[in-house]
């Protein structure tokens, strides 16, 4: 005989003890078991149990309303909250500011992962993730009040390198939520958005001697369900609770939608453009740092605005666009549908997004910023009473090989208007976001300059650099006054060498264009000799059909060498490159006569693995010392040499 575990909510909930240690999925209302929180909030408010729980939580399953984690912020209810992301569940986070719980603000990759590694009956997680922020132990180890003691991360010492060691705990109970379940437990996640974390959850409950309790939208027969469509097996699964649909929702703005779940593509022209305005204008000029042929994070807040403006530029196809809760490719989504993707071409777990993440394979990231400080260091986790959290931010920001920290330069009461290709100031923000120490840092600006990481800070009037000795003012939009505009309204005076004015093409309402400059670029406009004297070729996208476009390529870089009297360093990107077999000798042996005629050394960019492997192979081939200094193939496949305005638009 085998168990019926489907139950119904309040008696699923009566198996909660007090002072147990509860996980909840979700990703705002992204697999947020509702029914389960809901009936777990009537039991407490009936009976005072359970009491004195301890919530575990990655990303804020809330609203920012009354949904999700909100319904359990009842004083005797949570003695203590782990969460990476807490801007959705203001009443928990109230109660964190006053002091009623114990509150730790970890990074959401950190507590995600840590799911899997409770899950193997492992000591912790071992990460740099958290290094010089304020979840580093000598900061403030993530406490986020002077009632919450215990270190629940350290500092660990491997092989000469700093370490954060994150400690693991039991999961007493995991609250989970799926899409369809047999009466033994086995439950399948066709219509969620996302996978999240529920296997790993279930698992870490199960080996902490735990319960798992999951919510679904429809029972089915036992055994009818795929075996290979199963993402909670049964032998993890201990009770079933078939929810309501106004408690099941898809996401909390959306009751569903195939494209979001993958069992439908649509048309994305039909999107709507962002409104003309400064979010547009500070997403465009973010945009304008996609890497072709590489890999993309995109933050909450404005950053989502660059997946719009990708769309709208139709870029898709040549950069894939993700969320660390588990979407590659599509168009991200915002607002409460955050983390779905439209058209997502893979959804995978989010403690496997973060393992892709914290192994470097971001190419570019743009994040929020909320305060920015003299030395580059951001905070958007905590002001004053108000509790953010970094949720992600901390993995993200310290792993992506680029970093755009994009948002308004004041906020509070900011108004502005665009007209004529220029940036009019109509009302000044209240409060000063550039300022001479940051209140938290999420991010360590120090850190940064340090390991030579790429940082811009885009905001709608200006843009700076990372630099070792503090941020660099590196651009000035048209329209604005220097001084009055920018200097005046900053608590430091950054770095000014030289700077440019912004591209004038953000500033107008028709579309940018940028696939023509990203990807449809003519070969004279790809290859440029800088002030400094030094070649650069941008081959990224370019496709070569025939013998001609080599032989373009060729006179295109002879035409610029043929009156210098020295040679010169030269460098190519190559990511998406593509040359035929039956051509890739005949490039191999143009490139082979221009080393030898014109470079005194050259330095090929490319992301793409197999395409390095073939061109190394073809150039050894042709007798040039790949690994000799000055020769080499690289895995960046980011710009990282400030161009000339007109290069830039076709390399970036």
Request: proline share 4%.
């Amino acid at each position: 005989m085998v168990r019926n575990k489907v139950s119904s909510s309040t008696d699923a909930i009566k198996v909660i003890n007090d002072g147990d240690t509860v996980l909840v999925s979700g990703f705002v209302g992204i697999g947020t078991p509702d029914e389960l929180l809901i009936a777990l909030e009537k039991s407490f408010l009936e009976t005072g149990h359970p009491r004195d729980l301890t919530l575990v939580f990655a990303a804020a399953p809330g609203d920012a309303g009354d949904r999700g984690l909100n319904r359990l912020a009842h004083s005797g209810l949570i003695k203590r909250a782990i969460g990476g992301h807490w801007s959705l569940v203001p009443k928990l986070a109230t109660m964190a500011m006053n002091n009623e719980i114990e509150a730790y603000n970890l990074p959401l990759g950190c507590i995600s992962q840590m799911y899997r590694v409770i899950a193997g009956g492992k000591p912790g997680l071992r990460t740099k993730v958290g290094l010089h922020t304020f979840v580093d132990p000598r900061l403030d180890g993530g406490r986020m009040n002077e009632r919450t003691t215990e270190e629940l991360v350290s500092i660990d010492h491997v092989n000469g390198e700093e370490w954060m060691f994150y400690h693991s705990f039991k999961i007493d109970v995991a609250l989970l939520r799926g899409t369809t379940a047999d009466s033994r437990g086995n439950t399948t996640m066709e219509r969620e958005v996302l996978k999240l974390d529920v296997c790993s959850s279930a698992m870490a409950a199960r080996n902490s001697d735990g319960i798992t309790i999951v919510q679904v939208e429809r029972i089915a027969e036992q055994g009818s369900l795929p075996p290979k469509s199963v993402d909670i097996p049964s032998n993890v699964v201990d009770c079933v609770v078939l929810s309501t649909p106004e408690n099941h929702c898809q996401t909390y703005a959306t009751p569903y939608k195939h494209a979001y779940s993958g069992a439908l593509r649509v048309p994305l022209d039909q999107q709507e453009p962002l409104p003309m305005g400064v979010r547009k204008i500070i997403a465009r000029r973010a945009a304008m740092e996609l890497p072709v042929g590489g890999v993309v994070n995109l933050g909450i807040g404005v950053p989502e605005g660059v997946a719009t403006v990708a769309t709208e530029e139709d870029l898709l196809d040549v950069v894939t666009l993700t969320a660390e809760a588990g979407t590659i490719g599509g168009a991200p989504q915002s607002g409460l549908d955050f983390g779905a993707a439209l058209n997502p071409d893979a959804i995978i777990s989010t403690n496997t997004q973060f393992d892709f993440y914290d192994g470097g394979g971001i190419d570019m990231a743009c994040l929020g910023m909320a305060q920015a400080d003299r030395f580059g260091n951001v905070n958007v986790s905590k002001f004053g009473t108000r509790f953010a959290g970094a949720g992600g931010f901390i993995n993200i920001s310290q792993n992506a090989k680029r970093l755009i920290l994009a948002g308004g330069f004041t906020a509070g009461g900011f108004n502005a208007s665009v007209d004529g290709g220029k940036l009019t100031i109509l009302q000044e923000g209240k409060v000063t976001k550039f300022i001479d120490h940051v209140e938290h840092i999420t991010f360590s600006g120090r850190l940064a300059a340090e390991r030579q990481q790429e940082v811009l800070y885009v905001t709608e009037r200006c843009v700076f650099k990372i630099h070792q000795d503090g941020i660099e003012l590196i651009e000035v939009a048209p329209g604005i006054d220097l001084e009055k505009d920018i200097l005046s309204l900053m608590s430091f005076r950054p770095i000014i060498n030289s700077f440019k004015i912004m591209d004038s093409r953000i500033f107008m309402p028709e579309k940018m264009d940028l696939r023509m400059d990203f990807i449809d670029a003519p070969i004279d406009s790809r290859i440029e000799l800088s002030t400094q004297g030094e070649l650069y070729c941008n081959l990224r996208c370019y496709s070569i059909k025939r013998q001609q476009d080599i032989d373009n390529i060729y006179a295109s870089i002879k035409g610029l060498c043929a009156n210098i009297s020295e040679r010169i360093p030269a460098h190519f990107w190559y990511d998406d490159f593509d040359v035929p077999d039956a051509l890739l000798r005949p490039y191999a042996q143009m490139f082979n006569n221009l080393e030898q005629r014109y470079f005194s050394s050259s330095c090929s960019y490319v992301g793409d693995s197999f395409l390095r492997a073939r061109l190394m192979a073809e150039l050894k081939e042709k007798g040039l010392d790949i690994n000799q200094q000055g020769k080499t193939l690289q895995s960046a496949p980011i710009m990282t040499r400030p161009l000339e305005p007109a290069f830039i638009k076709a390399v970036v």
